[in-house]
């Protein structure tokens, strides 16, 4: 069974930094793609980034291009997020997931993803 365990949110004023990680269980983690999502209270979960299994290629939705860099540490088996400028509307529980190499498609899809963490919460006050 995989568990991934975010940590690192917290409240930060708007224009400020924070860097969330992602612990996996598991010998495999090398092996998969993996990435970050985020939902706000009312909304449907949004897409943040994604990085392939090397840590070589990486993806990111619009809204954070620029801003947030995700990068990985396989000899860690983590995952991280590091976000800059943050937002006050980028308040969220931010989710780590892994995407199952059975689904293809998108790495934006959340459906393409088969483990979740529990989440972290970001707050950005303004």
């Known amino acids: 069974q995989v568990q991934l365990v975010e940590s690192g949110g917290g409240l930060v004023q708007a224009g400020g930094s924070l860097r969330l990680s992602c612990a996996a269980s598991g010998r495999t983690f090398s092996s998969y793609t993996m990435g970050w999502f985020r939902q706000a209270p009312g909304k449907e979960r949004e897409f943040v980034a994604a990085?392939?299994?090397?840590?070589?290629?990486?993806y990111y939705g619009d809204s954070v291009k620029g801003r947030f860099t995700i990068s990985r540490d396989n000899a860690k088996n983590t995952v991280y997020l590091q976000m800059n400028s943050l937002k006050p509307e980028e308040t969220a529980v931010y989710y780590c997931?892994?995407?199952?190499?059975?689904?293809?498609?998108?790495?934006?899809?959340?459906?393409?993803?088969?483990?979740w963490g529990q989440g972290t919460q970001v707050t950005v006050s303004s």
């Open positions: 997931a892994r995407k199952s190499i059975l689904r293809g498609g998108s790495w934006s899809e959340a459906g393409k993803y088969d483990y």
């Open positions: 990085i392939g299994w090397s840590g070589g290629d990486a």
